[in-house]
């Protein structure tokens, strides 16, 4: 089972910047997809990003593409999800997944593993 921690969210001003963090422990860490989605109050989960811990492959959602960026810190066991030039529809919890394995889709049912989120508002 692998273990997962957000941190970094926060209230901002549309157009300012955040950085989540998600710490892993557990589960091998060259071979485990990590993902971000976000749930906003009312609607259903929205996968944001994810990276393959074995070769650093990304994707995001058409959404936050040329916004965010994904990336990992092995040393620190760590995950970051930069966000930049934030806008208010981004507004909602940020929860970090996990799945053994290679990344395959950004879909919640695919993830088994999740952290308890950390929340991001965005005032226009």
């Known amino acids: 089972q692998v273990r997962l921690e957000e941190s970094g969210g926060g209230s901002v001003q549309a157009g300012e910047t955040l950085r989540l963090s998600c710490v892993v422990s557990?589960?091998?860490?060259?071979?485990?997809?990590i993902a971000w989605f976000r749930q906003a109050p009312g609607k259903e989960g929205e996968g944001v990003a994810m990276?393959?811990?074995?070769?650093?492959?990304?994707y995001y959602a058409d959404s936050v593409k040329g916004r965010f960026t994904i990336s990992e810190d092995n040393a620190k066991n760590t995950v970051y999800l930069q966000m930049n030039s934030l806008k208010a529809e981004d507004t909602g919890r940020y929860y970090c997944?996990?799945?053994?394995?290679?990344?395959?889709?950004?879909?919640?049912?695919?993830?088994?593993?999740w952290g308890r989120g950390t929340q991001v508002t965005v005032s226009a």
């Open positions: 557990g589960g091998s860490p060259s071979s485990t997809c």
């Open positions: 990276i393959y811990r074995g070769g650093g492959n990304t």
């Open positions: 997944a996990a799945e053994g394995g290679y990344c395959y889709s950004l879909q919640v049912p695919l993830f088994g593993d």
